[in-house]
């Protein structure tokens, strides 16, 4: 089992770039989810997929964040245009079922934003 | 509103010294607390589940203790191994498809 896998693994960009973060998850899991995390608000939930479909985007900080999952082994992360406060490691997370929520993270992508 | 608070922030102990993490909950309603192990540079790593107060778990030299307000993460004999971040979630009756993440106790141990 290769586990949930994130790319790229860093990412350096200039503001107001594009930014695109990918995870493939566990195959076998239905449940989806992407995390932010920075030193001062620790991990938080930006959106959770169920099925391929998302279920709940309240974390998403601003209209600039979007994610799709257009299949049961992909989804993204985007962030146009960039702005240095976006600076943080993502991680993408996946489960087998919701009810129990034993995530099972990727290993991150550190973006920084200049 | 839910929150998680851990302590302390940061711990240094030396091989062999058992201590304590601290993970103090609110939440409306406790559907389950988890704890996980977060290494630099990588993902959390989950431990364990709780479920209802009174309950424990155990692996290795950790165990994991629930009671109403908090749950304590106990580690006996710790080796250098053992240093990571030891990351608190809580997931609540409402809400109940996210966990919510204290920040963590960063464990130290010297040889």
């Known amino acids: 089992d290769a586990g949930v896998i994130q790319s790229p693994r860093h990412e350096v960009t200039e503001m107001g770039q594009e930014v695109t973060l990918r995870c493939k998850p566990i195959?076998?899991?239905?449940?989806l989810f992407w995390y932010r995390q920075t030193m001062m608000r620790g991990l938080e939930l930006l959106i959770y997929?169920?099925?391929?479909?998302?279920?709940?985007d309240s974390g998403m900080p601003e209209d600039r964040f979007s994610a799709k999952m257009p299949n049961a082994s992909f989804s993204t992360l985007k962030i146009q245009p960039s702005e240095p406060r976006d600076s943080a490691v993502y991680f993408c997370?996946?489960?087998?079922?919701?009810?129990?929520?034993?995530?099972?993270f990727g290993s991150g992508t550190q973006l920084s934003v200049l | 509103e839910d929150q998680v608070t851990q302590s302390p922030e940061a711990l240094r102990l030396q091989e062999g010294e058992s201590s304590s993490l601290n993970c103090s909950y609110t939440?409306?309603?406790?559907?389950?607390l988890f704890w996980y192990r977060q290494d630099p540079g990588k993902g959390p790593e989950f431990l364990f589940t709780?479920?209802?107060a009174g309950e424990e778990k155990e692996k290795e030299r950790l165990k994991a203790t629930l009671t109403k307000k908090e749950s304590f993460l106990h580690i006996t004999a710790p080796k250098p191994e053992d240093s990571a971040t030891y990351l608190c979630?809580?997931?609540?009756?409402?809400?109940?498809?996210?966990?919510?993440f204290g920040t963590g106790t960063r464990l130290t141990v010297i040889p």
């Open positions: 997370a996946s489960c087998r079922d919701r009810g129990r929520m034993k995530l099972f």
């Open positions: 997929f169920n099925n391929n479909v998302p279920i709940d």
């Open positions: 979630a809580v997931q609540a009756e409402t809400g109940a498809n996210n966990l919510f």
């Open positions: 195959s076998g899991h239905n449940s």
């Open positions: 709780l479920y209802s």
């Open positions: 939440v409306s309603g406790l559907r389950g």
